[in-house]
């Protein structure tokens, strides 16, 4: 999509600091941290949000949380202490950037209920 952010963080037009990277898949460092690592993981494919997966995204889906986040998560020293996942989802989930991301914080305690 042309005047997705995340899409053109993707394609490489908009600058990031990348963490990660596949045929599929992007993980960048998030432009305001809300915790010591904060990374932003997305398909490269434009999707709006978890509601605009199809089925021919199973396999891109099940690759983000078998293989992707589980990896990013180990290699930035996180699996042990652990670490959360977040994907807002719409106007009354918090979802700023019409492109599907999943947030991966970690380095600090979280408190819940979220916000
Ligand atoms: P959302 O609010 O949609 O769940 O999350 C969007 C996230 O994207 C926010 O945490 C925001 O800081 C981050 N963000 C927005 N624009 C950019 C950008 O141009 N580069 C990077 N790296 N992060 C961005
Ligand atoms: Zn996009």
């Not at 904060?38 to 099940?62: Q, T």
Request: aromatic fraction near 6%; hydrophobic fraction near 40%; charged fraction near 25%.
């Amino acid at each position: 999509m042309t005047d997705c952010i995340f899409c053109k963080i993707a394609s490489g037009e908009i600058p990031s600091t990348k963490v990660y990277e596949d045929d599929l898949v992007l993980a960048f460092r998030d432009l305001e941290p809300q915790a010591p690592e904060h990374i932003l993981i997305i398909p490269k494919v434009h999707r709006k949000s978890l509601l605009d997966l199809r089925a021919e995204d199973r396999n891109l889906a099940a690759h983000i949380y078998v293989d992707v986040i589980p990896a990013i998560a180990k290699d930035l020293g996180l699996a042990e202490k652990g670490f959360r996942v977040v994907t807002n989802t719409g106007a009354e989930g918090g979802q700023t950037v019409g492109h599907l991301h999943f947030h991966l914080l970690g380095g600090r305690s979280m408190a819940w209920p979220p916000g």
